[in-house]
């Protein structure tokens, strides 16, 4: 089973809507990243929370964390056309696992946003 | 300038042929990493290395060797390809394993 799940799979909403995408992992982590992913392109990275804050934003985006309920969400506000791309969520695992793992990712929430 | 580069960016080649891709980082980083996209778009680690030394290894078959001739590249070696390697492969690095990872573009193999 993956380590981080994200929610939807798939989301289609019109310019200027709110997308909302949510993820759950299972283990104790130290920080809960998001990447995006444009179509043939490589991840990049968009934000990290750390398990000991609960809200982080940056620009558009608004991420929340859930440590009681191993859970994320990233907001995206008035949403454009050039949102449009695949999210992922990431987990990094606490310190004293640090060497046995790496970053785990789901299999992502595709966002299509309508102009 | 490329943070983390990949080569080649398709790879189209018949099964049972050996095969490289090649990653560079000029970031800098301490950790590098190979990861397999499916069709799925799901991310599998497949290994990464820390100051040249291997930290994980998943059960990836062993015909996939990763091969780091210093800090800045990590190259993946895949002998006998089967059809069920096809796939996109990301290279990535990070200061350390639970920070911030840079991808690179992706290589598409399609073995036939």
């Known amino acids: 089973s993956q380590q981080g799940e994200e929610d939807p799979q798939a989301l289609s909403i019109q310019e200027g809507e709110n997308a909302t995408m949510n993820c759950s992992y299972k283990?104790?982590?130290?920080?809960l990243q998001w990447y995006r992913q444009n179509s043939g392109r490589g991840l990049v990275h968009l934000i990290l929370?750390?398990?000991?804050?609960r809200e982080k934003h940056s620009g558009r985006l608004r991420v929340t964390l859930d440590t009681s309920k191993k859970s994320s969400s990233l907001l995206i506000t008035a949403s454009r056309a050039a949102d449009t791309a695949s999210y992922f969520c990431a987990t990094g695992l606490p310190f004293m696992d640090t060497g046995r793992r790496a970053l785990t990712f789901g299999s992502g929430t595709r966002l299509q946003v309508q102009p | 300038d490329t943070a983390v580069s990949q080569t080649p960016k398709y790879l189209v080649t018949q099964m049972g042929n050996d095969k490289s891709i090649k990653c560079e980082q000029n970031?800098?980083?301490?950790?590098m990493y190979w990861y397999k996209q499916d069709s799925k778009k799901f991310l599998k680690i497949m290994f990464s290395y820390n100051n040249k030394e291997l930290i994980i290894n998943e059960t990836v078959p062993n015909r996939f060797s990763p091969k780091s001739p210093d800090k800045a590249h990590l190259n993946l070696h895949i002998n006998s390809l089967e059809l069920g390697d096809s796939a996109v492969y990301f290279c990535?690095?990070?200061?350390?394993?639970?920070?911030?990872?840079?991808f690179g573009q992706g290589t598409r193999l399609t073995v036939v």
């Open positions: 970031l800098g980083h301490d950790t």
């Open positions: 990535a690095s990070s200061q350390s394993m639970n920070t911030e990872a840079f």
């Open positions: 283990t104790s982590i130290n920080n």
């Open positions: 929370i750390r398990s000991n804050e």
